[in-house]
């Protein structure tokens, strides 16, 4: 079973840019795809970018597409999201998420069954 802690969150100002990592315990880590899910205050939790077990195929929701870069480290367990010119739209809490089935590409943004605790990103203007 694989378990998920995020980091990296915090307060940046519009136009700034933030990485956030996750951490992933478990040896079957490089077999699961993985995503980045965001919830911002009274809104439901989104999808923001998603890449799979190998690092080959990469997704990302239109609203964060040319901005963040998702990527992962199978030897380090972990998986990042690069975020540049944030927004203030951008503010919500951030979750990594893992995928035990198959996926190839944009049928990444669902399916997720393991998630970590979540991190605060606030950007202000």
């Known amino acids: 079973q694989v378990q998920l802690v995020e980091s990296g969150g915090g307060l940046v100002q519009a136009g700034g840019s933030l990485r956030l990592s996750c951490a992933a315990s478990?040896?079957?880590?490089?077999?699961?795809?993985m995503a980045w899910f965001r919830q911002a205050p009274g809104k439901q939790r989104e999808f923001a970018a998603s890449i799979i077990w190998s690092g080959g195929n990469t997704y990302y929701a239109n609203s964060v597409k040319g901005r963040f870069t998702i990527s992962r480290d199978n030897a380090k367990n972990t998986v990042d999201l690069q975020m540049n010119s944030l927004k203030p739209e951008d503010t919500a809490v951030y979750y990594c998420?893992?995928?035990?089935?198959?996926?190839?590409?944009?049928?990444?943004?669902?399916?997720?069954?393991?998630w970590g605790q979540g991190t605060q990103v606030t950007v202000s203007s």
């Open positions: 998420a893992a995928r035990r089935s198959y996926c190839r590409a944009d049928d990444c943004n669902a399916g997720y069954d393991i």
């Open positions: 478990g040896r079957t880590f490089s077999s699961y795809a």
